[in-house]
């Protein structure tokens, strides 16, 4: 029902930037969030962070906070993550998500459809 592309990735240096897109097709709800998760090599998924399609609401985990900014179009149904000051530890494939808002989205949880993720590879 619901399609997610993600694009933007790549290879960069330590302290450069990178600004990924998660283009969503099909019907996406008002009620509805986008998260955006990474799993680095050899780790379980970790969650980055969510925005509300309104805007009212979103989340960074403290590894990237202050560094990461996570924004949407709501009339292209486009969400960002917009990457600066990329560290090697920030290596990781990206995926966003999406799933109905809730305590238990909010907290990186139960999302029901993923896009295929893009690699972002971040060199010292």
């Known amino acids: 029902q619901v399609q997610l592309v993600e694009s933007g990735g790549g290879l960069v240096q330590a302290g450069g930037s990178l600004n990924l897109s998660c283009a969503a097709s099909g019907r996406i709800i008002n009620r509805h969030l986008m998260g955006w998760f990474r799993q680095a090599p050899g780790k379980g998924r970790e969650f980055v962070g969510y925005?509300?399609?309104?805007?009212?609401?979103?989340y960074y985990t403290d590894s990237v906070k202050g560094r990461f900014t996570i924004s949407r179009d709501s009339a292209k149904k486009t969400v960002y993550l917009q990457m600066n000051n990329l560290k090697p530890e920030d290596t990781a494939v990206y995926y966003c998500?999406?799933?109905?808002?809730?305590?238990?989205?909010?907290?990186?949880?139960?999302?029901?459809?993923w896009g295929q993720g893009t690699q972002v590879t971040v060199s010292s």
């Open positions: 998500a999406t799933g109905l808002f809730s305590g238990t989205t909010k907290r990186g949880r139960g999302y029901d459809f």
């Open positions: 925005i509300t399609w309104d805007g009212s609401s979103s």
